[in-house]
């Protein structure tokens, strides 16, 4: 479990637009696995960027 989880991004949505969330954690072991869901729906359209 990582010991900071920050998320930022859009606090509002408008039906039909994109919006912009982004998850940011530090380090852990096992590395941590972020999902996303919208309701019950997990959304797989999401991109990972890995930083040290």
Do not use: Q
């Not at 920050?6 to 380090?27: D, K, R, Y």
């Not at 729906?41 to 991109?47: A, F, P, V, Y």
């Amino acid at each position: 479990e990582p010991s900071n989880v920050e998320l930022s991004g859009s606090s509002e949505a408008i039906e039909g637009t994109e919006v912009n969330m982004w998850c940011l954690t530090s380090s852990s072991n096992p590395p941590v696995h972020i999902r996303w869901w919208l309701g019950f729906k997990e959304l797989n359209t999401t991109d990972t960027n890995i930083t040290e």
